[in-house]
Nanobody, 117 residues
Framework: QLQLVESGGGSVQPGGSKRLSCAASGFTLAYYAIGWFRQAPGKAREGVSC???????NYSDSVKGRFTISRDNAKNTVYLQMNSLKPEDTAVYYCAAGGSCHNLDYWGKGTLVTVSS
């Protein structure tokens, strides 16, 4: 069974850092594109970052320079390192996997990140 599980969420103060993990089971992440998305309360889901199977990355303008996506093939896990967090980064963060960054079929259940003083 293909499964993605996010972890690492929680509360953090503005300016702080968090690292989210997306662990896969039932398939090998290295062969897939992995995207991170987020949905803030009352807002639509938005794309945050994506890592293609070939290693290419992209970021939304709102997180560029602050967030970094990476993959550990040995652990079958993708990470989202989030620095200089702002209150507007508060959201449920989801990871998704698929054949490309424009075609992500498998989704995790999300992890909540709250940025507040």
């Amino acid at each position: 069974q293909l499964q993605l599980v996010e972890s690492g969420g929680g509360s953090v103060q503005p300016g702080g850092s968090k690292r989210l993990s997306c662990a896969a089971s039932g398939f090998t992440l290295a062969y897939y594109a992995i995207g991170w998305f987020r949905q803030a309360p009352g807002k639509a889901r938005e794309g945050v970052s994506c890592l293609s199977s070939s290693g290419g990355t992209n970021y939304s303008d709102s997180v560029k320079g602050r967030f970094t996506i990476s993959r550990d093939n040995a652990k079958n896990t993708v990470y989202l390192q989030m620095n200089s967090l702002k209150p507007e980064d508060t959201a449920v963060y989801y990871c998704a996997a698929g054949g490309s960054c424009h075609n992500l079929d498998y989704w995790g259940k999300g992890t909540l990140v709250t940025v507040s003083s």
